[in-house]
Nanobody
């Protein structure tokens, strides 16, 4: 098991910024590809961003490109999602996830992640 805990969510006005963190206690994340997903009320969970275990490769859904940045600090066992220029449509519960990959890459698909956090709420007001 990889216990993941997200933090950093909250209420922000449109155009504002938040930084989400995802940490694991008692287990190193350095060998895992990590992803951020989100689920808005009444909608399916969707991919937001992902990062390979080395941090070299990053992936984003089109709607957040240029606004969100995923990063990792393996020494701190923490993954980050810097979210700038937030929009009301970014409102959702955000989840981090960890998955194993044969190569230094990451997946867009939630079923390829093995461990999930409980989520943190992000609300963007207009």
């Amino acid at each position: 098991q990889v216990p993941l805990v997200e933090s950093g969510g909250g209420l922000v006005q449109a155009g504002g910024s938040l930084r989400l963190s995802c940490a694991a206690s008692g287990r190193t994340l350095s060998s895992y590809a990590m992803g951020w997903f989100r689920q808005a009320p009444g909608k399916e969970r969707e991919f937001v961003a992902a990062i390979s275990w080395s941090g070299v490769y990053t992936y984003y859904t089109n709607s957040v490109k240029g606004r969100f940045t995923i990063s990792r600090d393996n020494a701190k066992n923490t993954i980050y999602l810097q979210m700038n220029n937030l929009k009301p449509e970014d409102t959702a519960v955000y989840y981090c996830a960890a998955g194993t990959r044969r190569y230094d890459s990451a997946s867009y698909y939630d079923y390829e992640y093995d461990y999930w956090g409980q989520g943190t709420q992000v609300t963007v007001s207009s």
